[in-house]
């Protein structure tokens, strides 16, 4: 996956062959927001460009603009799934969150 990043917001980029240009979308908040541009400069403006018309529309509405990540996560997940992460944390001298904190950041790690 092909992303950007600018003041903590993240966009997916794709390239559209039909319309021949790159297109962008913000990850991690409910708006749907996208821009495009015919080179990566172009899109890399029009991505903060995007980011700050979301920025300024949300302070014009008075409400307070949807951060990517709280911190907060609830999962779901098998009991005897979660037994094992237990066990595999307690092992390893962590509690739980600690020990998920480390498997999501290894997850999430960029490819390559």
Request: with cysteine; aromatic share 8%.
């Amino acid at each position: 996956m092909n992303t950007m990043t600018y003041k903590a917001y993240t966009a997916r980029v794709e390239y559209d062959e039909r319309d021949d240009i790159f297109v962008g979308r913000i990850l991690g908040i409910r708006n749907i927001i996208s821009f495009h541009g015919e080179t990566v400069a172009e899109l890399r403006a029009e991505f903060e460009l995007a980011v700050k018309d979301y920025l300024a529309d949300c302070k014009q509405q008075g409400v307070a603009p949807e951060k990517p990540a709280s911190g907060k996560l609830l999962l779901r997940v098998p009991p005897e799934v979660h037994g094992r992460a237990l066990v595999a944390a307690q092992a390893a001298g962590k509690s739980l969150n600690q020990w998920a904190t480390e498997a999501l950041q290894h997850a999430a790690q960029p490819c390559g």
